[in-house]
T-cell receptor, first 112, second 116 residues
Framework: DAKTTQPTSMDCAEGRAANLPCNHS???????VYWYRQIHSQGPQYIIH???NNETNEMASLIITEDRKSSTLILPHATLRDTAVYYC?????????????FGKGTLLTVNP | DTAVSQTPKYLVTQMGNDKSIKCEQN?????MYWYKQDSKKFLKIMFS???????INETVPNRFSPKSPDKAHLNLHINSLELGDSAVYFC???????????????FGAGSRLTVL
């Protein structure tokens, strides 16, 4: 699985867009970008994933650069409940490595 | 209706005891996992099962013995508990082991184990 690099922490004002970057310069053609988050004292929660096209769902948008070496998770209107650690994970859907590995992630703090 | 449920949520016990954590998923998924999150907040996979068959054992001490009676349940039994076993244990499930849906995991709320 390709390695990812995320900032350790970020701040965002409530109601503003939160843009969380992730670098994955060694991503392979068959690897997807997945985003999860973990709110304090809860289990991790899947947010969104994509291969090369931008994706949007009810939780967030995922923007992947054309060269696929980086991506940005966008929470359009951050709320205090979005304060969490956000994990960017790159992984192929196939292969023999049957495990999703979490790194250190980005601690997003949404401030009132 | 909770998708992935774990019991108990909290467990406090003495060193040397044996304890179990149960996990059930009602999503109809084929694959289930146990993850451990230590005090430094690193989330590490321990085991995965696919249709009751062990797929991954991440060099976990053999004091840890998972059991999957059916594909909706994956229990974790820990023998001779040690101080270092104190952590939050998360159960998770995914639709399948490979292909579409393999990397979309649904996690339980976690079971916090404290060994005194």
């Amino acid at each position: 699985d390709a390695k990812t690099t995320q900032p350790t922490s970020m701040d965002c004002a409530e109601g503003r867009a939160a843009n969380l970057p992730c670098n994955h310069s060694t991503i392979s053609g068959n690897e997807y970008v997945y985003w999860y988050r973990q709110i304090h004292s809860q289990g991790p929660q899947y947010i969104i994933h994509g291969l090369k096209n931008n994706e949007t769902n009810e939780m967030a948008s995922l923007i992947i650069t054309e060269d696929r070496k980086s991506s940005t998770l966008i929470l359009p209107h951050a709320t205090l409940r979005d304060t969490a650690v956000y994990y960017c994970i790159v992984r192929a859907s196939g292969g023999s490595n049957y495990k999703l590995t979490f790194g250190k992630g980005t601690l997003l703090t949404v401030n009132p | 209706d909770t998708a992935v449920s774990q019991t108990p949520k909290y467990l406090v016990t003495q060193m040397g005891n044996d304890k179990s954590i149960k996990c059930e998923q009602n999503l109809g998924h084929d694959t289930m996992y146990w993850y451990k999150q230590d005090s430094k907040k690193f989330l590490k996979i321990m085991f995965s099962y696919n249709n009751k068959e062990l797929i991954i054992n991440e060099t976990v001490p053999n004091r840890f013995s998972p059991k999957s009676p059916d594909k909706a349940h994956l229990n974790l039994h820990i023998n001779s508990l040690e101080l270092g076993d104190s952590a939050v244990y998360f159960c998770a499930s995914s639709q399948r082991l490979q292909g579409a849906g393999a990397n979309v995991l649904t996690f339980g709320a976690g079971s916090r184990l404290t060994v005194l």
